[in-house]
């Protein structure tokens, strides 16, 4: 079409959505409230846990274009986990893995804490799903911490978010034996679910209780547990969580050799799970209907659904599933008395365990082992190309190469070494400074608090010499004696003198103690000046007021004038201004 024809059809089409823009503006509005919550209608965690959820996937890759187009990071996220919950309780858990590490990657670029906590959750229930608890623990612990950092928080994503990773830790300690920290976990997970009225939730803890009862040999309690999941399971309408309780059930019964009423249960149980296409939970169910089969000595049947549970964990990528049904084939083959089958079966249970633990790096693996084939080719061809000599080369280079990075090595672990021995003589070195000077510090302290104690013993001796004296002169002049004796005591009672030994005594234990505070206070008066001496030796009002032959009142007022002149506000100690002057 030419150029002028598409002008005009796009003025016509501007023209047709001025004519229909009031109309669309009313209906965007009503689009983008339905689209808001349909997102939050997707699951997160359990495509169970609330009957008006958004499971199937064409609904959800509809979402998720809407999401795109709107660059809605979150709602985008959000999708993807919904496709990876699908996965997994489908028992895709190959893909479930692959789909959950692209939205940790997501979650972490666009810095989205939230889906970052969720999907460490989902993660770490594959985890579980594969035996792999190191890593599935690593992953729940990093999403509680995510859920506790937003304190206490009454948002319902961190609160659910909390409740998944607490029931995550507790199956791990379950299946440690762990019954005492699963008991815990499960108790804190189920008092959140009460406050975020979620009857899936309860009734999934409430089942964990159960089974940690069942564990420790108390299969009434843990009857209780389980009837009472299976009322909050009906409630909030999952039958999954129904078929799962009826499995723990039926273990009961068969554990009490009730093995027929057993097989009801589990029934039931296989029913549910195949109507909702629940293939991991099939498994778990198919294997306990196995196990009462044998214990009937029901081969034919248990041999059946054995392979049929061979054929499904296949198909689903179960390996957990795939290696105990292998083992159930081995044991019902050693019944038949068919001890070949018995043995290749166990060498291919054997096989599909040692697997387990690396479910999840699969694809990985599998580009890993293409790398090493192709290498090895390569390395085939060279062989046969190459000449001797080049061979020689190679393997001198190589041998060459490995001393020298010994030697590198050697080299940086001495140096490691020696800078270790450095720091830690350093170390030592600063440890016994510190101590010393702490040594040094207390003697000083001890023998200024000495010399005070001098001073005030001086002090006081001179008061007493000054007190007999006086006492002595007053007793001289009632008696009647002559002036020039009674004069000789008095020149022994000259306050001057003793002053000016004091001074010389308190100079040498606190130097230039008078310049600093002359210098800082010029206008100071020598008895405000003997007061100070006598507050830093720490004298106290009364022994002040003894050696000044006042009253304790007019020590008093003379410290507050001293206070005034010193312009120290009221909650400064006067004592404490001493010891910083000197």
């Not at 997160?44 to 999401?67: F, G, P």
């Not at 506790?148 to 609160?159: F, I, P, T």
């Not at 089969?293 to 296949?314: F, M, Y």
């Not at 410290?559 to 404490?576: F, G, I, M, S, T």
Request: hydrophobic share 40%; proline share 1%.
């Amino acid at each position: 079409m030419n150029r002028p024809g598409n002008i005009l059809i796009m003025i016509c089409l501007s023209f047709c959505s001025i004519l229909l823009g009031g109309k669309a503006n009313g209906n965007s509005h009503e689009r983008s409230g339905r689209y808001k919550s349909e997102i939050s209608r997707l699951p997160l965690y359990h495509s169970h846990e609330r009957d008006s959820l958004i499971t199937d996937n064409v609904s959800i890759k509809m979402l998720l274009s809407i999401a795109e187009a709107k660059g809605d990071r979150e709602a985008i996220l959000r999708c993807l986990i919904a496709f990876s919950v699908n996965s997994r309780e489908e028992g895709q858990l190959k893909d479930a893995f692959y789909q959950i590490e692209k939205i940790i990657q997501k979650a972490q670029q666009w810095h989205n804490i939230n889906m970052l906590m969720v999907a460490y959750n989902n993660y770490a229930v594959i985890c579980r799903r594969v035996d792999r608890l190191k890593d599935a623990t690593k992953y729940h612990l990093q999403a509680l911490k995510i859920a506790e950092d937003y304190g206490k928080s009454k948002d319902r994503l961190v609160l659910k978010s909390k409740c998944v990773s607490l029931n995550g830790l507790g199956n791990i300690c379950l299946s440690l034996r762990q019954h005492l920290e699963a008991l815990s976990y499960f108790s804190q997970a189920i008092v959140i679910e009460k406050e975020l009225g979620s009857k899936v939730g309860m009734a999934i803890n409430e089942a964990n209780i159960g089974g940690v009862l069942e564990m420790i040999d108390m299969p009434d309690s843990a009857l209780y547990h389980y009837n009472r999941a299976m009322e909050f399971n009906k409630q909030g309408k999952s039958m999954k969580g129904v078929a799962i309780c009826l499995v723990s059930m039926g273990d009961i019964l068969a554990t009490q050799q009730k093995y027929e009423s057993s097989l009801t249960y589990f029934r039931k149980a296989l029913f549910i799970t195949d109507s909702i296409c629940d293939i991991y939970h099939w498994l778990t169910a198919n294997h306990s209907y196995i196990n009462a089969l044998i214990k009937l000595g029901d081969l034919t049947g248990a041999r059946e659904r054995a392979l049929e549970s061979v054929a499904k964990a296949k198909r689903s990528g179960v390996m957990f599933y795939l290696s105990q049904s292998y083992f159930l084939l081995s044991e019902i083959s050693e019944k038949e008395k068919k001890d070949s089958n018995a043995l290749n079966y166990l060498r291919l249970g054997n096989i599909y365990k040692d697997s387990i633990d690396h479910e999840s790096n699969f694809s990985a693996i599998q580009d890993l082992k293409l790398k090493y084939e192709t290498e090895k080719k390569e390395q085939q061809i060279i062989w046969l190309e190459e000449q001797e000599q080049n061979h020689r080369l190679v393997r001198n280079f190589l041998i060459v190469l490995s001393v020298m990075l010994v030697a590198l090595v050697a080299a940086l672990l001495y140096v490691a070494r020696f800078r270790r021995r450095s720091i830690r003589q350093k170390e030592l070195l600063l440890v016994r400074e510190q101590q010393f000077n702490k040594i040094s510090q207390e003697k000083l302290n001890t023998e200024l608090e000495f010399k005070n104690l001098e001073l005030t013993s001086l002090v006081v001796q001179l008061a007493a010499k000054n007190e007999l004296l006086n006492e002595l002169k007053t007793s001289l002049e009632a008696k009647g004696y002559s002036t020039e004796v009674i004069s000789q005591f008095s020149s022994d009672l000259s306050m001057e003198k003793d002053w000016e030994i004091f001074c010389l005594k308190f100079e040498n234990v606190h130097p230039n103690f008078f310049n600093r505070l002359r210098d800082a206070f010029p206008d100071i008066s020598t008895k405000e000046e003997r007061l100070c001496a006598y507050l830093r030796i720490n004298m106290t009002s009364k022994e002040i007021a003894q050696i000044l032959n006042v009253t304790v009142a007019g020590v008093d007022k003379s410290r507050n004038r001293l206070r005034k002149k010193l312009l120290l506000p009221a909650d400064k100690n006067l004592v404490e201004f001493m010891y910083q002057i000197g």
